[in-house]
T-cell receptor
Framework: GQQLNQSPQSMFIQEGEDVSMNCTSS?????WLWYKQDPGEGPVLLIA?????ELTSNGRLTAQFGITRKDSFLNISASIPSDVGIYFC?????????FGAGTTVTVRA | DSGVTQTPKHLITATGQRVTLRCSPR?????VYWYQQSLDQGLQFLIQ???????AKGNILERFSAQQFPDLHSELNLSSLELGDSALYFC?????????????FGEGSWLTVV
């Protein structure tokens, strides 16, 4: 499948801090998605981006679809303890989702 | 709760055996996807069905097969199991399977091969 490079691989953040993670790909995607996975759960969709250059917010989350359609970033503002988890980016082309390796976020209280 | 139901939640079986994982998509969703999540490979797309027919194939081994039934539930069959098949298997569903449709994931089925 497609290779998505997601970074950073993990991060420790202080409660209240802003967080940023990104994904890049060598291929173009029509849709970029950001998921969060909690232990023992399936990935839950956070934000979907459908147009190059699109900037979308969902509460404290903001994501952007890169102009080249080969990258996306996710920002979490004012992090709280429940932001802990693994965040995955995914690029969608036709019927398939290709996932990044995930960013593990741990919040220091 | 995403509305996608998977059974069983946990399964332990021996090498060489065969198992079947079951998925019920969200009400109204016609498309079902199967993904495998392992520590070393991450989340990998296996196969997609739409309204009973196979639509796309990903990194699915020949020992694995899937089908979607007229009532739209799906089963993933894993045979001649190997230790490396131990993973979390997710089912997901969407309305039509086209780009832009939100894909909802189930909670997964943990398979341990011993």
């Amino acid at each position: 499948g497609q290779q998505l490079n997601q970074s950073p691989q993990s991060m420790f953040i202080q409660e209240g801090e802003d967080v940023s993670m990104n994904c890049t790909s060598s291929s173009i995607f029509n849709t970029w998605l950001w998921y969060k996975q909690d232990p023992g759960e399936g990935p839950v969709l956070l934000i979907a981006l459908y147009k190059a250059g699109e900037l979308t917010s969902n509460g404290r989350l903001t994501a952007q679809f890169g102009i080249t359609r080969k990258d996306s970033f996710l920002n979490i503002s004012a992090s709280i303890p429940s932001d802990v988890g693994i965040y995955f980016c995914a690029g969608q082309e036709d019927y398939k989702l290709s996932f990044g390796a995930g960013t593990t976020v741990t919040v220091r209280a | 709760d995403s509305g996608v139901t998977q059974t069983p939640k946990h399964l332990i079986t021996a090498t060489g055996q065969r198992v079947t994982l079951r998925c019920s998509p969200r009400s109204g969703d016609l498309s079902v996807y199967w993904y495998q999540q392992s520590l070393d490979q991450g989340l990998q797309f296996l196969i997609q069905y739409y309204n009973g027919e196979e639509r796309a194939k990903g990194n699915i081994l020949e020992r694995f097969s899937a089908q979607q039934f007229p009532d739209l539930h799906s089963e993933l069959n894993l045979s001649s199991l190997e230790l490396g098949d131990s993973a979390l298997y997710f089912c997901a569903s969407s309305v039509s399977g086209n780009s832009g449709n939100t894909i909802y994931f189930g909670e997964g089925s943990w398979l341990t091969v011993v």
